[in-house]
């Protein structure tokens, strides 16, 4: 089955404690990103990459670390979690623009930072 | 930049009934234009897109929207809904810019159906 997996699904931390959230997908797309989404704010892109090695920052990135070190996978790491980052995040893929491609998401992944 | 402005934030409506659900977007190019649903815990399902073309889409669920260039607009309708309905919506467009295939999402309409 065609999908994006996000893990974990909840998380609940503590200030400063650094944490990977997960990113799978299994439909060889070339582009991916991260979303978060706010009460009032709707979603808002964190970070995003067009390939292996190739990322770069969304509208919010303060805070966030990306990697792409193999196409299916972009994990996020919040290298010191602040509770300004309780948000429920979403990982999405896509193939790249020139085939009307839409972006598949993941379930979503809420954290709690303390 | 491009932005999506949802004007409700809630709509209740009555099972059975009529729905709309407005979205009116700022894009300067051809706007590649979404519809999702977030129900209740879960994440977001693709409900419809307009890329280019016939200008009334048809979506998932029994869901259509229609493209409207001159108000820049791209309202979501259902002729009845059903409880199962209930659940937020959001529009979004879709920007391509050096590569970065952005969705810009409205803040989202929760919808709410009565018996």
């Known amino acids: 089955e065609a999908q994006v997996t996000q893990n974990p699904r909840y998380l609940i931390t503590v200030t400063g404690k650094k944490l990977t959230v997960t990113c799978s997908q299994n439909m060889n797309h070339e582009y991916m990103s991260w979303y978060r989404q706010d009460p009032g704010l709707g979603l808002r892109q964190i970070y995003y990459s067009m390939n292996v090695e190739v990322t770069d920052k969304g509208d919010v990135p303060e805070g966030y670390k990306v990697s792409r070190k193999e196409k299916r996978n972009f994990p996020l790491i919040l290298e010191s979690p602040s509770p300004n980052q309780t948000s429920l995040y979403f990982c999405a893929s896509s193939l790249l623009r020139g085939s009307y491609n839409e972006q598949f998401f993941g379930p979503g992944t809420r954290l709690t930072v303390l | 930049a491009q932005s999506v402005t949802q004007p409700d934030i809630h709509i209740t409506v009555s099972e059975g009934a009529s729905l709309e659900l407005r979205c009116n977007y700022s894009y300067g190019a051809t706007p590649y234009l979404f519809w999702y649903v977030q129900s209740p815990g879960q994440g977001l399902q693709l409900l419809l897109k307009?890329?280019?073309?016939?200008?009334l889409v048809q979506g998932i669920k029994g869901f259509e929207a229609e493209f409207k260039r001159s108000q820049s607009s791209f309202n979501l309708r259902k002729p009845s809904v059903h409880w199962s309905d209930a659940a937020e919506y959001f529009c979004a467009v879709e920007s391509s810019n050096f590569g970065n295939e952005k969705l810009t999402f409205g803040t989202g309409t929760r919808l709410t159906i009565i018996p």
């Open positions: 307009y890329f280019s073309g016939d200008t």
